[in-house]
């Protein structure tokens, strides 16, 4: 069984890593691409009154990746770590280049969504193997 506090050092860790490694890509990285295509988004000043959400939904997924990276978990380093960011950022990375289908967002951004979650995922999955790996 997995120690509470590894769990808990585990859930801090990714939702800070998340938080940060968004705010980068999004608010920093992607910030001109999102200001040429500003008629599809919310005004800056009302985003602000939504940021709550975002965080909720940020240590909400962080929360449940992290029990799903621990449900298959067999201590076999950070290969195992990242072999589960590429699965899980491949998944969230169609999700978000789907969007390019409904969307009329930049074919650029879809790809930049698309790689974004990948690279995010797999140092997420590799963070976490580190996080619990113990000497066997």
Not at 8 to 15: E, K, P, Q, T
Not at 57 to 71: E, G, H, K, N
Request: hydrophobic share 50%.
């Amino acid at each position: 069984m997995m120690s509470k506090i590894k769990i808990l050092i585990s859930c801090v860790a990714a939702f800070i890593f998340v938080a940060v490694y968004e705010f980068i890509l999004h608010g920093i990285l992607l910030k001109d691409l999102y200001t040429q295509s500003a008629h599809l988004w919310r005004p800056q000043a009302e985003m602000q009154n939504y940021f709550v959400y975002m965080t909720i939904c940020q240590l909400i997924s962080s929360i449940i990746l992290v029990f799903f990276y621990l449900q298959k978990h067999e201590n076999k380093g950070w290969t195992e770590g990242l072999r589960f960011g590429l699965f899980v950022g491949g998944l969230m990375g169609v999700n978000g280049f789907s969007f390019y289908a409904v969307s009329p967002i930049p074919l650029s951004l879809a790809i930049y969504w698309f790689f974004g979650s990948l690279f995010e995922s797999s140092l997420l999955g590799i963070l976490l193997a580190l996080i619990n790996s113990s000497k066997k």
